[in-house]
DNA sequence: AAAATAGTGTCTCTAAGACAATATGCG
DNA sequence: CGCATATTGTCTTAGAGACACTATTTT
């Protein structure tokens, strides 16, 4: 039981984000082989000396190809196989992470020659992305909408303070779909998480809406039921 | 970025039964070192060679160290950091698998010196484990229970056939509680999982219940609600 | 028929879906 | 006031909890 393994041991952070009324996520064009030049997630190998454990080895990826900040982390699923990098068998450990507003400082550095936001659309991404990347995005997503359908994570995408309007264009815009402003509403009522905020923004010439921030950012909320959307 | 990676990768599964109205797991007894004579779950190393990939080598490992069968295997989390096993930075990709009847020709081998079924009491079990092995058994229960309260994952555990009351048994004892035997029979019902048997078995001097089996093994139904149990 | 467990009926309750009805701020 | 959106009311429906009632064997 001595042999030397030569696993790689990688962190893949899917980053979403929302934005011109479309999910996107975050991605990195690679410049060193193999897939040069070909998109992928800003993931990267665990460093024995930099990283205390998984968690923060996703933290430092993501700081260090983005200077975005999350208040949501969450592991989905582990990926290993000796065919999935062609350099030989080789561990990642896909995480995904909400953040509110993409920042206009995307620092292009550690084997990122570009970064850029894309659009995720109902098969995933447009362009063709490294290793199986696809997949592991199919894999976030789905975690991500299924999670918004059975607890308050959607909040977490927003810039505080936002009125339900947003909180409602959040959920829709990632489950791709309509849902009823009512439930919505009483779910985020018995969640008691939202608190109103008395500022008021001006937005034209209706009936400006409520304003509200979450009491705590970090906290989510589990419900009970999922929400199915129309029947 | 050419440092020679040492991260050690391995799969610990831990094997879900159920007899004498108990929920158990299966530990063997480490005969190396570290934590040489301990209890531990039956993983170990991932095999660059035997295993194509992470969930072969789970597969692999259940059925050196037992020879149990499983019809439900599913990843729950990964664990990974610099001070989770004395030697260095190691992960471990932490699956739960279901089996039916505890065999009996549990196979003491590849470094495991003895193998026993160990019952998982409110708070885990008895016995201290190596490693942080008692932290992704809990993890492992957690998700099982939650598991078990919204889909149809626990009728996996029976062996066949099975009458409802093994079923409703099966369910109180995984959760740890009463299940309304209506409710878990409406939910059954609407799965359209099961299938009458015509067979009948005798038992005592009451009206024998009715035998089920599973139309399919694999399949699993989602509810979209969870049973949440006595209010 | 009595015992004893198996299986069903049915009432209540919670929370979601649907969508109508008001409320409110501004021009 | 009247527009346009915000917010609330409320009816319906699905499915869980509670628990009583009926059914079916065997002795």
Redesign the interface.
Same mark, same amino acid.
Request: net charge negative.
């Given at each position: 039981?001595n042999? +030397?393994?030569?696993?790689? &041991?990688s962190v893949d952070p899917v980053i979403f984000t929302v934005f011109d009324m479309k999910l996107h996520i975050l991605l990195v064009k690679r410049n060193?082989e193999p897939y040069k030049d070909c998109w992928a997630l800003p993931g990267g190998?665990? /460093? #024995?000396k930099l /990283?205390? /454990? *998984?968690h923060s080895?996703a933290l430092r990826k993501l700081k260090e190809k983005t200077n975005v900040t999350t208040h949501y982390l969450e592991?989905v #699923? &582990? *990926?290993?196989? +000796?065919?999935r990098d062609p350099r030989?068998?080789s %561990?990642t %450990?896909v995480y995904f992470a909400l953040v509110t507003v993409p920042e206009e400082n995307l620092s292009a550095a550690h084997?990122a020659s570009e970064v850029r936001w894309e659009e995720v659309g109902k098969n995933g991404v447009a362009v063709p992305l490294a290793f199986d990347h696809e997949k592991l995005v199919k894999a976030a997503v789905e975690r991500l909408r299924a999670k918004v359908s059975y607890t308050t994570v959607a909040a977490g995408l927003l810039a505080e303070p936002f009125t339900f309007l947003d909180l409602q264009n959040i959920h829709e815009i990632i489950l791709n779909r309509k849902v009823e402003k009512k439930s919505l509403m009483r779910r985020y009522e018995s969640s008691e998480l939202l608190t109103e905020v008395n500022e008021t923004r001006k937005e034209g010439r209706m009936r400006p809406a409520k304003l509200y921030r979450l009491k705590d950012r970090e906290t989510v909320h589990y419900f009970?039921? &999922?929400m #199915?959307g129309p029947r």
């Open positions: 039981m042999n +030397a393994h030569q696993i790689q &041991t060193i190998l665990v /460093d #024995e /990283d205390q /454990d *998984l080895a592991q #699923e &582990t *990926l290993g196989s +000796a065919s030989g068998w %561990v %450990v084997g009970v039921r &999922t #199915e």
